[in-house]
């Protein structure tokens, strides 16, 4: 069994004496993985990302069953930050802004370029490593070319795709020029199965796939049998099918709730609870600083809350951790100082000598999240788009006295979440506000109950039968 990503579980440092340091990473993946035993046979095969990682690569340093891949930095760097992070990111998420996004110009060919070369790396290491017959679990927008390349090259193996984003409706993939829709379904339907994290997602997919070469292609949706793409020969027979597949991931509970009880979560709470001041209320929010998260929205939302109810001004706290995250594209750079700067500007509007209203930090500290976690009283998690959203999952797991969750209605975990949650339109921002007083004057009893049914909900499928399931729905 073989699993491909761009981000792998480990990354390297090079140390000041020049040796190298390893960091193991989190996320679902990687608890879905190692929970299946050292025993497996499996490899895991990624990209270098850092120079740690290159020269990790070059002195032939490196973990049993990961492969690291040596892409050049620049056709990694086109390929990364110029297309699976400017405009597949983008187009599924539905971030782009007219009249100024996007442009399919020049340069964005000469990304392209760099993203086939790319994906056909991952296609010919995995193609070299794989047994006759071997299950290959292929992540995410960055590797959509992949599931294509493979066959061609391997068609004994067992391919599977797997989505950890939203998918874009027909009307905005539309936005894609015609080849390069045609080039990522080619991709993604050299696939047997590509799978998704909500039905949501995986519809929006079959429907880009309706219509956009109905000699190829054909979207089926038979009752009392998996959802299936057709590929057709002549328009008419059935040549081959890729399966349609979703699998929910859920929030590692055992994980979660013995890492939230070390000494060094102790110590941040203890911390925060100075930051936050005696007998305050504390909405929390936690997220990557990422556009998508409408960290910006949600700081308008809170300013409103305290302009709509003055009553909680010096009784509530709103504690942000927004982590910098691909900071080599311009528009998360200007997104992390808007966020700064509005907090800043909450703070010098309503801040007083005793009561700071908004506390934001920027530095990631995951024992810091998981404290903030444990006391908070209400958790606002609100993106614009959204796959899935752990932190949604998290809180509910972890929380110390029960804590309410607003959630956005166009998060993938609102399937699951939404009905003990109190929902909102993200965009709203006076409905946010509203949302955020309700949280906050729910009475505890409720509180208590809809955290636990949350808790239950949101730990119905742990990274490890996540992942087990896709690999026997691949191998079935
Ligand atoms: C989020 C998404 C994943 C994606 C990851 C990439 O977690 O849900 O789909 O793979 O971001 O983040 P990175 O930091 O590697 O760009």
Request: with cysteine.
């Amino acid at each position: 069994m073989l699993v491909a990503s761009n981000r792998g579980p480990v990354s390297y440092e090079v140390q000041e004496d020049g040796s190298l340091a390893a960091r193991r990473g989190g996320g679902g993946l990687v608890s879905g993985l190692s929970a299946i035993g050292p025993e497996a046979d499996a490899l895991w095969v990624c990209s270098a990302l850092s120079d740690g990682d290159r020269e990790a690569v070059r002195r032939g340093v490196g973990e049993d069953g990961v492969r690291m891949l040596d892409i050049p930095a620049d056709v990694h760097a086109d390929a990364y930050n110029g297309i699976a992070n400017s405009v597949l990111w983008f187009v599924h998420h539905m971030l782009y802004q007219t009249p100024l996004e996007p442009v399919f110009d020049a340069e964005f060919r000469r990304q392209w370029a760099s993203y086939e070369t790319y994906n056909r790396a991952f296609a010919e290491a995995l193609a070299h490593e794989a047994a006759e017959g071997a299950a290959v679990l292929v992540q995410d927008y960055h590797l959509c070319l992949v599931p294509g390349m493979l066959r061609e090259l391997r068609p004994d193996l067992r391919i599977g795709h797997f989505s950890h984003t939203p998918w874009a409706p027909p009307d905005y993939f539309r936005i894609l020029p015609d080849d390069i829709q045609a080039r990522l379904m080619e991709g993604m339907l050299g696939a047997d199965r590509v799978a998704f994290l909500t039905w949501r997602w995986a519809t929006a997919f079959q429907n880009c796939v309706q219509g956009l070469d109905p000699d190829r292609w054909e979207s089926t949706w038979p009752s009392g049998a998996p959802r299936a793409i057709e590929h057709l020969h002549d328009g008419r027979r059935i040549t081959r099918k890729t399966f349609i597949g979703v699998h929910g991931l859920g929030a590692d509970a055992e994980f979660l709730q013995a890492r939230s009880h070390q000494a060094d979560v102790e110590e941040r709470m203890a911390a925060l609870r100075e930051e936050i001041g005696e007998g305050r209320k504390t909405v929390v929010r936690v997220d990557r600083t990422e556009l998508s998260k409408n960290i910006v929205r949600g700081l308008l939302a809170y300013r409103q809350l305290l302009d709509d109810h003055p009553e909680w001004r010096e009784r509530v706290v709103h504690v942000a951790f927004a982590y910098p995250s691909r900071q080599d594209l311009a528009v998360y750079r200007e997104y992390t100082a808007e966020v700064q700067r509005l907090a800043e500007e909450i703070n010098s509007q309503y801040g007083t000598p005793g009561w700071t209203p908004v506390v934001l930090h920027v530095k990631d500290d995951f024992a810091r999240s998981l404290a903030a976690y444990r006391l908070a009283d209400v958790a606002l998690v609100n993106p614009i788009r959204d796959g899935m959203n752990l932190v949604a999952k998290e809180v509910p797991v972890v929380s110390d006295h029960g804590c309410v969750l607003v959630l956005s209605r166009e998060a993938g975990a609102y399937q699951e979440l939404g009905k003990d949650a109190i929902t909102v339109n993200p965009y709203d921002v006076v409905g946010t506000a509203g949302a955020l007083h309700e949280a906050l004057t729910m009475p505890v009893e409720e509180r208590a109950e809809r955290t636990k049914r949350l808790a239950a909900a949101a730990t119905a499928l742990p990274p490890a039968q996540w992942f087990l399931d896709q690999l026997e729905a691949l191998r079935s």
